[in-house]
């Protein structure tokens, strides 16, 4: 069957790890409780934090409980749904204020522009909330996210479970074979693969091998 959508990953794919590692990840780390003071009052981190809450039991979070647990979650390398929409808010104004600026891979604009023109539907689905996805993509010298016709979060799911990739099937309206996934984690992989999703690992740091096909980029990527 042949490819009518593209789902890829974010980071390690469209831009590089090392975006998040080095300039994301600390910048948050260091504004997480400042800003959680500073937005006590804002309905979206608010809810955020509820829903923190919930995840840990059902306890009303202060301030400083509600940063530890954030931090903590950080470390651990989870990614629940309240972090990615705070840090998603302190990125914005990261951006806003000109601290940094998101970096894509130059092959990722031209190759987007082609399956584009191929008339394939674009969309991405990162852990990432999809302000996140939207800053990263539209501060790089290329307006990458105007390709897009979705973003999907963790708020279909995780990356690593099937159900997420089944209910994108169901928004995007293909058969799931029709949709490609393009991620550099095997395990996302292969919780898309076992919703009949096709997959391809995008190698661009590190070796080839596993359990999917493999591309070294999007350039070289060659659609069935
Ligand atoms: C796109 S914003 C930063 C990435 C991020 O927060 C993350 O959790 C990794 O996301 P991925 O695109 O690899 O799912
Ligand atoms: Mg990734």
Redesign the pocket.
């Known amino acids: 069957m042949s490819i009518h959508a593209i789902l890829t ?7 590089p ?1 090392r ?2 590692e080095e300039t ?2 600390p910048y948050a780390r260091e504004r997480l409780g400042s800003f959680i003071v500073a937005h006590a009052e804002d309905e979206e981190i608010e809810e955020a934090l509820e829903e923190a809450g919930r995840l840990m039991g059902g306890f009303s979070l202060r301030p400083a409980e509600a940063e530890a647990l954030l931090l903590r979650w950080m470390k651990q390398g989870r ?1 629940p749904t309240p972090l ?1 929409i705070i ?2 808010r302190i ?1 914005q104004e990261g951006y806003q204020a000109g601290a940094f600026k ?1 970096e894509i891979y130059p092959d990722t604009e031209p190759s987007l522009g082609a399956w584009k023109a191929a008339g394939i539907r674009l969309f ?6 999809e302000l ?2 939207k ?3 539209t501060s790089a010298d290329a307006d990458a996210a105007g390709m897009f016709e979705g973003f999907f979060d963790t708020r279909v799911g995780q ?1 690593v479970e099937e159900e997420a990739y089944k209910a994108i099937v169901q928004q995007i309206g293909l058969s799931p074979a029709e949709i490609l996934v393009l ?3 095997e395990d ?1 992989l292969d919780a898309a693969k076992a919703a009949g999703l096709a997959t391809t690992r995008i190698v661009r740091e590190g070796d080839g091998g596993g359990r999917h096909p493999v591309a070294a980029d999007f350039a070289s990527l060659a659609l069935a």
């Open positions: 990953d974010i980071e390690g794919v469209v831009g790890l975006f998040l994301l990840a990614k990615k840090q998603g990125w998101g991405t689905f990162s852990s990432s909330s996140a996805q800053l990263w993509l990356k991620s550099e984690n996302e």
